[in-house]
């Protein structure tokens, strides 16, 4: 039996256009079952059903209240949890949301390529990237650096881009648990052009298949 994702895109901020290519681009996932949802009562339902909810470039409040509970029963009793990109500038007033994600968005400069540099070489997010990844993103600023809360795979070389605000420490891409729970996010995923990408939508399905505990699917590949 292939496993379901629920992926969510609702957004009452800031709309990414790359959001109908990351959709077409996590349906493409095989060995997964994709249902994509911008109505928020979705989320109200039960959940179990699902290896992992992806919130999928979010912004602002996206979730009722039944809707902010039910994902924390989810979620700590074994739930898994993708968040990509704008996913880091949602639901500002649920403090459970930011303490599930690791961070919140602070700020980006311009669009630009840049280098992220691989901590954890046997994650499946990050296993098959080279040591330093080139790549073209808005390289988030977070209002406080995760590392003491998170296990972090990426950072953003701040040297190799303009205007990048955080220093030398700079983490991109990490995991956690929370709870029973599995959660991964990742800064990159503005353009389109990413989910066309190779290497990144093998990022975003090493994410995936974390926190949905189906890693070993892309080690036995």
Same mark, same amino acid.
Request: with cysteine; hydrophobic share 35%; net charge negative.
């Given at each position: 039996?292939?496993?379901?994702?629920?992926? #969510?895109?609702?957004?009452?901020?800031? @709309? +990414?256009? =790359? !959001?109908?290519?990351?959709?077409?681009?996590?349906? &493409?996932?095989?060995?997964?079952?994709?249902? +994509?949802?911008?109505?928020?009562?979705? /989320?109200?339902?039960?959940?179990?059903?699902?290896?992992?909810?992806?919130?999928?470039?979010? =912004? $602002?409040?996206?979730?009722?209240? &039944?809707?902010?509970? %039910?994902?924390?029963?989810? !979620?700590?009793?074994?739930? $898994?949890?993708?968040?990509?990109?704008? *996913? &880091?500038?949602?639901? #500002?007033?649920?403090?459970?949301?930011?303490?599930?994600? $690791?961070? @919140?968005?602070?700020?980006?400069?311009?669009?630009?390529?840049?280098?992220?540099?691989?901590?954890?070489?046997? +994650?499946?997010?990050?296993?098959?990237?080279?040591?330093?990844?080139?790549?073209?993103?808005?390289?988030?600023?977070?209002?406080?650096?995760? %590392?003491?809360?998170?296990?972090?795979?990426?950072?953003?070389?701040?040297?190799? #881009?303009?205007?990048?605000?955080?220093?030398?420490?700079?983490? /991109?891409?990490?995991?956690?648990?929370?709870?029973?729970?599995?959660?991964?996010?990742? *800064?990159?995923?503005?353009?389109?052009?990413?989910?066309?990408?190779?290497?990144?939508?093998? +990022?975003?399905?090493?994410? !995936?298949?974390?926190?949905?505990?189906?890693?070993?699917?892309?080690?036995? %590949?």
């Amino acid at each position: 039996m292939t496993a379901r994702l629920l992926v #969510y895109t609702r957004t009452t901020d800031y @709309r +990414h256009d =790359s !959001i109908p290519d990351a959709v077409t681009a996590v349906r &493409a996932l095989d060995d997964y079952t994709v249902d +994509h949802t911008e109505d928020p009562t979705a /989320l109200e339902a039960p959940l179990d059903a699902y290896a992992a909810v992806v919130f999928l470039s979010t =912004s $602002g409040d996206v979730l009722t209240p &039944a809707g902010r509970q %039910r994902l924390t029963e989810y !979620i700590e009793t074994g739930g $898994g949890f993708t968040g990509v990109h704008a *996913a &880091a500038c949602t639901e #500002y007033h649920w403090p459970y949301y930011g303490e599930l994600l $690791g961070a @919140r968005f602070a700020r980006h400069p311009a669009l630009q390529p840049g280098k992220a540099v691989v901590e954890d070489h046997d +994650h499946p997010a990050t296993r098959h990237l080279p040591p330093v990844w080139d790549f073209t993103d808005e390289w988030y600023d977070f209002r406080t650096n995760p %590392r003491h809360r998170v296990h972090v795979l990426a950072t953003a070389d701040e040297s190799s #881009y303009e205007g990048g605000g955080m220093g030398a420490d700079h983490p /991109l891409v990490w995991c956690r648990e929370q709870g029973a729970g599995r959660v991964f996010y990742t *800064a990159l995923g503005h353009t389109a052009e990413a989910y066309h990408d190779p290497d990144f939508l093998a +990022h975003l399905r090493g994410g !995936i298949d974390w926190a949905a505990r189906a890693e070993h699917r892309q080690a036995t %590949r």
